[in-house]
């Protein structure tokens, strides 16, 4: 069964401060690059107590060349469906640079 997160401003509020006690945890943080849905759902399925995602990840799995300008709302929505399945914390690494300016 999938859990859907809700994107409230307390809900995000506490996924960050359970991120930040991860890093100050005794055990070493893992954090596995998830790039689409799926993959996200395995490492956190495997167990993993956070997930990450790039830009280049999210990219190629939209069908982009690792270093394309896309869209900002293409990039947002790809990351919000991620983010609404995971019960755990979503770091995600951005290059701005990658984003237009205006939304697509």
Not at 54 to 72: F, K, M, N, Q, T
């Amino acid at each position: 069964m999938i859990h859907l997160s809700k994107f409230t401003v307390k809900a995000q509020k506490g996924k960050a401060e359970e991120f930040r006690e991860l890093h100050h945890g005794k055990r070493i943080l893992i954090l596995p690059n998830g790039w689409d849905v799926p993959s996200a759902r395995v490492f956190e399925d495997a167990g993993f107590p956070a997930i990450a995602t790039s830009s280049a990840g999210l990219l190629v799995s939209l069908g982009y060349p690792d270093g394309e300008v896309i869209g900002r709302d293409e990039f947002v929505s790809a990351v919000g469906r991620i983010a609404r399945v995971l019960s755990v914390p979503l770091m995600l690494s951005l290059a701005l640079e990658r984003l237009q300016k205006t939304c697509s």
